[in-house]
């Protein structure tokens, strides 16, 4: 079992639509959980991250922890065009670790 | 502002080549240096991390290697590539220990034929 799963897509979606995206992991000590985001041919760029359980919002962007059931999510609202890329999920034991834990990506179509 | 440099960005090389890529930082001093590959459906693979000059760890045993020559700058390299190798090769920094604030490079995308 792979240490942190997630649904490669293609998701494809309409403008305007709410977007879920999600990871599990099987390692509940993970205390770091990262969304990435990857345009084609570019490196990632981290979006946000949250520590232990809980929510974070930033603009339209929601990210979600629930460590009982070791599955994170990230939310778009309002999505745009833009938006479509390959969002990354990444999980750490503690912020001084120097490995992140990768999923595969999730890629996301936005359609205008 | 800090900056992350690495080139080329597509490499097209023959099997049992040797292969060098290049990542450089700008704007920050001692910072934590990190060589990623991501290949199709596999996610990103931590191969090397640097914490300093000459300082390395390897997370992977396999046909590369690198160097840190200086304190900003960081090296893959590999005597004889295979091709298995093929990937798209990412370098990345960040500075603080206590802090979730890796940056990446642009990457290269290595193919071996």
């Known amino acids: 079992q792979k240490e942190v799963e997630q649904d490669p897509g293609p998701l494809s979606v309409p403008e305007g639509a709410i977007v879920s995206l999600n990871c599990t992991y099987s390692?509940?000590?993970?205390?770091?959980f990262m969304w990435y985001r990857q345009y084609s041919r570019k490196g990632p760029e981290l979006l946000m991250y949250?520590?232990?359980?809980g929510n974070k919002e930033d603009g339209r962007f929601t990210a979600q922890v629930d460590k009982s059931s070791k599955y994170i999510s990230l939310f778009i609202r309002d999505s745009q065009p833009s938006d479509s890329a390959t969002y990354l999920c990444?999980?750490?034991?503690?912020?001084?670790?120097?490995?992140?834990?990768f999923g595969t990506g999730t890629r996301l179509k936005v359609l205008a | 502002s800090q900056t992350i440099h690495q080139w080329p960005a597509t490499l097209v090389q023959p099997v049992g080549s040797p292969l060098s890529l290049e990542c450089t930082v700008e704007?920050?001093?001692?910072?934590?240096l990190y060589w990623y590959r991501q290949a199709a459906g596999r996610g990103l693979q931590l191969l090397f991390y640097?914490?300093?000059?000459?300082?390395i760890s390897s997370e992977v045993p396999q046909n590369l290697s690198a160097s840190r020559p200086q304190d900003r700058q960081f090296i893959l390299s590999s005597k004889k590539l295979l091709l298995s190798d093929s990937g798209f090769y990412l370098c990345?920094?960040?500075?603080?220990?206590?802090?979730?604030?890796?940056?990446f490079g642009s990457g290269t995308r290595l193919t071996v034929v």
């Open positions: 990345a920094w960040d500075r603080d220990r206590g802090r979730i604030d890796y940056t």
């Open positions: 390692n509940s000590a993970f205390q770091y």
């Open positions: 949250t520590y232990s359980s």
């Open positions: 990444a999980m750490s034991f503690t912020s001084g670790t120097y490995k992140y834990i």
């Open positions: 704007g920050t001093s001692n910072p934590n």
């Open positions: 640097s914490v300093g000059i000459g300082q």
